[in-house]
């Protein structure tokens, strides 16, 4: 049975996801609880995110997710999720335009070949010892 027609043979309406959520929703004590967990761990993966921004690790992603997590239940959460997206378009916009994709693949170049060019300095001058291991640092005086 392929999933057309699983999807066919099912009847339409809610989800067994749909009808837990609002089994949970009628009771106000379940709806705060449920509340606050997603709160709890939407925050905690946007915090990580934050984190991970100025730490090795997917920042952008940790963000995203966590704002994923809180726009299932606070609008606020949703906004920012939407300014977020909206962001990102056009940041990638930005990108593909071909004369900044020619001027990044141009400084990219020139940074690489700077940085080669230094690396085989150094290996012609010190050989392969370590900057740290130098007894004699005339060079850098």
Known sequence: MTINQ???ARPEGPGRRHRF???VRRNPL???AWRAGVFAIGSTVLIGGLIM???PGPGLVGIVVGLAILATEFAWAQRALHRAKTAADRAKEKALD???RRRNLI???VTTILVAAG???YLAIYGLKLPWD???PTFWT
């Open 6 to 8: 699983e999807k066919q």
């Open 21 to 23: 959520r609002e089994r």
């Open 30 to 32: 379940l709806d705060t």
């Open 53 to 55: 921004m100025v730490t």
């Open 98 to 100: 071909p004369r900044k």
């Open 107 to 109: 400084l990219g170049t």
């Open 119 to 121: 690396l085989v300095a």
């Open 134 to 136: 130098i007894e004699d």
